[in-house]
């Protein structure tokens, strides 16, 4: 079993800033990719970043100047820094990882984290 634990989340004005992290723990031989998704009631979920084990990234075009995605191998963690947050960006953000099982090292499993929830209000 593989568990992705999210914290960071909050309440935080306009123009503010948060930093969310999401650590995945249990049987883990490898992860790559770890990601960042977030999604409003009602809508569906979109991708915010990923982050691949070499650290090469892949951001939505809307929250590349705005959002750092961070990952920290030794930790399985990854991080999502975000800057000047608008109304826009409040949401339940959640991450994922595709992860290599010792048992099956051809066949990755994507798990998904519960989420945290970002408010941004005035």
């Known amino acids: 079993q593989v568990q992705l634990v999210e914290s960071g989340g909050g309440l935080v004005q306009p123009g503010g800033s948060l930093t969310l992290s999401c650590a995945a723990s249990g049987s883990i031989f490898r992860i790559n990719p770890m990601g960042w998704y977030r999604q409003v009631p009602g809508k569906e979920r979109e991708l915010v970043a990923n982050i691949r084990s070499d650290g090469s990234t892949n951001y939505a075009d809307s929250m590349k100047c705005r959002f750092t995605i961070s990952i920290d191998n030794a930790k399985n963690t990854v991080y999502l820094q975000m800057t000047n947050l608008t109304p826009k960006d409040a949401a339940v953000y959640s991450c994922?990882?595709?992860?290599?099982?010792?048992?099956?090292?051809?066949?990755?499993?994507?798990?998904w984290g519960k989420g945290t929830l970002v408010t941004v209000f005035s």
């Open positions: 994922d990882a595709t992860v290599t099982l010792p048992w099956r090292p051809n066949r990755p499993v994507t798990y």
